[in-house]
């Protein structure tokens, strides 16, 4: 357990001072916001602190993943969301959050209405066992997000 | 480190208005900043951070990919073939080096 939590804060110190390094100002609150967003399981509450905005969750978005996965360092992902992809109605973009991951943001897919579908498939890592979050950004604004639960046996991201 | 080496798996023909789906995949490490060598020195960050793909010079899809992405990033889309064209993949490394692929696709 000792060995464990040293682990943990060696990451966290490497963490701010590659923020510090990129002296990105939204990268660093979003670094310095993981602390309280991993203590909580609450997906809305999280989307909220890393976008400022209020997600809803809908059963528009559809976040595929394996319930249980023999390790965290390739896990397999996919997307999809429902959407006629045309001008007036697209998915601008996506972002894919794993709150007990050292690092929360995993990746952020951008579709283009009429020439993409608002479909991907992927492989991640995992530091442990957590709900991974999917927010879909509608053109019109609206964060449209959806969770689910993935058991990992080993640490992906040590 | 091996020289990284993207690949790409697309038709190269396809009906007008079809989806064709699109396997991109660069063979990269993805070194996460996070980890240290044996003497407890930071291993510094060095991973793939943007893919885009560009059709006939339009940007069509693209990813920005943090350390939590896995190793030898694997993305698979879908495109909607409009016009026959050079279809363009750009893999941007940290500290600004490009990777880059082509392929023509007939639209019939």
């Known amino acids: 357990m000792a060995a464990e939590t040293k ?3 060696i990451t966290r110190r490497a963490v701010l001072t590659a923020a510090a390094a990129a002296g990105a100002g939204f990268a660093g ?7 309280d967003a991993s203590d909580s399981d609450d997906g809305v509450a999280i989307v909220r602190q890393l976008t400022r905005k209020t997600p809803v969750e809908s059963d528009r978005v559809h976040l595929v993943m394996p319930s249980k996965f023999p390790n965290g360092y390739t896990v397999p992902l996919s997307l ?3 959407s006629p992809m045309t001008e007036a109605d697209h998915v601008r973009q996506v ?5 007990r991951n050292p690092l929360i943001e995993v990746a952020r897919f951008h579709f283009v209405p009429q020439r993409s579908e608002s479909r991907v498939s992927t492989r991640i890592r995992l530091a442990e066992p957590q709900y991974v979050l999917a927010v879909a950004e509608m053109n019109d604004g609206a964060l449209l997000m959806t969770k689910t639960w993935v058991e990992v046996a080993t640490n992906g991201c040590a | 480190m091996l020289t990284p080496t993207p690949r790409v798996q697309v038709p190269s023909v396809a009906a007008k208005d079809e989806i064709f789906q699109v396997k991109a995949l660069i063979s990269h490490q993805m070194e996460t900043g996070l980890r240290h060598d044996p003497q407890g020195e930071v291993i510094p960050r060095k991973i793939i951070n943007k893919f885009a793909c560009r059709y006939n010079d339009i940007v069509v899809f693209g990813v920005d990919l943090h350390e939590a992405m896995a190793a030898n990033p694997y993305i698979e889309f879908y495109l909607r ?11 941007e490394e940290d500290g600004g080096q490009t990777y880059a692929l082509t392929h023509q696709l007939t639209v019939g």
Request: hydrophobic share 45%; proline share 3%.
């Open chain 1, 7 to 9: 682990t943990a804060s």
């Open chain 1, 29 to 35: 609150g979003v670094f310095t916001s993981s602390a």
């Open chain 1, 80 to 82: 999809e969301i429902d």
């Open chain 1, 95 to 99: 972002r894919v959050f794993a709150p």
């Open chain 2, 81 to 91: 073939a409009t016009e026959s064209g050079r279809l363009e993949f750009i893999w």
